[in-house]
């Protein structure tokens, strides 16, 4: 096993840029301690170590333990630490995002609050999950009806493949017994993605209430962005795992489709999509740490001075 040396002085932040780090890694039913400038994890089989300043996010699953240490040497390298399911199928808490830089809350925030940006992000969504429609020149109303006609025309297709007997979407919120085992299947499946959507707009630092698609719910942009995977992912488990059984439905829903989603990345890839939708082709400095000041016409200045016209000591910091 491999045993992370000592190092300089240099703090735990300085040793890799964010770039160069992994998005993701994921611990379960464990203890998460410090050694120097590592993470160590420990459970029956033994102890591996983690260098912190490697991590992007640490996602926290199923039966761990994590000491002060650890997250002392996490909050010093700029890591984001997320408590979730496992897998990420559920999202419990999160900590602060794994990037420094507000460049993706403040575009979000920039889109949405202008109608027309807003309308154009959700085309875009609409295009991302069904790319063989153009959904340009559409209104907020066309878009909901082609969306609403697509996702009844992914539930029938997939009830004829698995020979399930299909009589619509029906779902009583608060009673998850309510529908058939095809539709406890959709329902359960629904919820996972909502938890992989959370953990990947909380570790970009988003704004998870400003919704392009959805409105009026704390977790807007999170449904928005589960809903771009509920035909390609969501139903199709649900429907396989709904075929082969009635029994245990909701876990066995939850654990196929944990399987499916590590399998395929989808984090990495909620992550990407969503930088795509909020700042298309542009570089995003995560490791930046700065601080401006607003100034008229959009222009920002130096944080850490004092601006006053008539002010002898401009230089100086203003506390």
Same mark, same amino acid.
Not at 26 to 31: D, I, N, V
Not at 156 to 162: E, F, I, K, L
Not at 172 to 198: E, H, K, R, W
């Given at each position: 096993?491999?045993?992370?040396?000592?190092? &300089?002085?240099?703090?735990?932040?300085?040793?890799?840029?964010?770039? @160069?780090?992994?998005?993701?890694?994921?611990?379960?039913?464990?203890?998460?301690?410090?050694?120097?400038?590592?993470?160590?994890?420990?459970?029956? =089989? &033994?102890?591996?170590? +983690?260098?912190?300043?490697?991590?992007?996010?640490?996602?926290?699953?199923?039966?761990?333990?994590?000491?002060?240490?650890?997250?002392?040497?996490?909050?010093?390298?700029?890591?984001?630490?997320?408590?979730?399911?496992?897998?990420?199928?559920?999202?419990?808490?999160?900590?602060?995002?794994?990037?420094?830089?507000?460049?993706?809350?403040?575009? $979000?925030? *920039?889109?949405?609050?202008? $109608?027309? *940006?807003?309308?154009?992000? !959700?085309?875009? /969504?609409?295009? /991302?999950?069904?790319?063989?429609?153009?959904?340009?020149?559409?209104?907020?109303?066309?878009?909901?009806?082609?969306?609403?006609?697509?996702? #009844?025309?992914?539930?029938?297709?997939?009830?004829?493949?698995?020979? %399930?007997?299909?009589?619509?979407?029906?779902?009583?919120?608060?009673?998850?017994?309510?529908? @058939?085992?095809?539709?406890?299947?959709?329902?359960?499946?629904?919820?996972?993605?909502?938890?992989?959507? $959370?953990?990947?707009?909380?570790?970009? &630092?988003?704004?998870?209430?400003?919704?392009?698609?959805?409105? &009026?719910?704390?977790?807007?942009?999170?449904?928005? +962005?589960?809903?771009?995977? #509920?035909?390609?992912?969501?139903?199709?488990?649900?429907?396989?795992?709904?075929? #082969?059984?009635? @029994?245990? %439905?909701?876990?066995?829903?939850?654990?196929?489709?944990?399987?499916? %989603?590590?399998?395929?990345?989808?984090?990495?890839?909620?992550?990407? =999509?969503? #930088?795509?939708?909020?700042?298309?082709?542009?570089? %995003? =400095?995560? =490791? +930046?740490?700065?601080?401006?000041?607003?100034? @008229?016409?959009? /222009?920002?200045? *130096?944080?850490?001075?004092?601006?006053? !016209?008539?002010?002898?000591?401009?230089?100086?910091?203003?506390?």
């Amino acid at each position: 096993m491999a045993i992370v040396g000592r190092r &300089g002085a240099s703090s735990p932040r300085d040793l890799t840029r964010m770039a @160069d780090r992994l998005s993701f890694v994921y611990l379960e039913r464990c203890t998460v301690h410090r050694e120097d400038n590592a993470l160590t994890a420990e459970d029956a =089989d &033994g102890v591996i170590h +983690i260098p912190s300043a490697t991590i992007g996010t640490l996602l926290l699953g199923p039966g761990t333990r994590v000491t002060h240490q650890a997250m002392s040497v996490l909050g010093d390298s700029g890591a984001g630490v997320v408590w979730v399911g496992e897998r990420g199928v559920r999202f419990y808490s999160g900590g602060r995002s794994l990037s420094r830089s507000s460049a993706l809350v403040e575009a $979000q925030a *920039t889109k949405w609050a202008n $109608q027309r *940006t807003r309308l154009e992000v !959700a085309r875009q /969504m609409y295009r /991302m999950r069904f790319p063989d429609e153009d959904p340009a020149g559409l209104t907020r109303h066309e878009l909901l009806g082609r969306e609403g006609r697509r996702v #009844k025309a992914c539930y029938r297709h997939h009830a004829v493949r698995t020979g %399930i007997v299909w009589n619509g979407r029906q779902y009583l919120p608060g009673d998850f017994t309510s529908g @058939d085992p095809a539709n406890q299947a959709v329902t359960a499946a629904a919820q996972c993605m909502y938890g992989i959507a $959370q953990t990947a707009v909380a570790a970009l &630092g988003c704004a998870p209430g400003l919704g392009f698609i959805h409105s &009026g719910h704390e977790l807007a942009f999170v449904l928005d +962005i589960a809903d771009l995977y #509920k035909t390609e992912i969501a139903i199709p488990v649900a429907f396989d795992v709904a075929a #082969k059984s009635p @029994d245990d %439905i909701g876990s066995r829903t939850r654990r196929a489709l944990r399987d499916q %989603i590590n399998k395929m990345g989808l984090l990495k890839r909620c992550v990407e =999509d969503i #930088k795509q939708l909020l700042l298309p082709g542009s570089a %995003i =400095d995560a =490791d +930046i740490d700065r601080v401006t000041v607003q100034s @008229d016409r959009g /222009m920002e200045l *130096t944080a850490g001075r004092n601006y006053a !016209a008539d002010s002898s000591d401009s230089d100086e910091v203003p506390w």
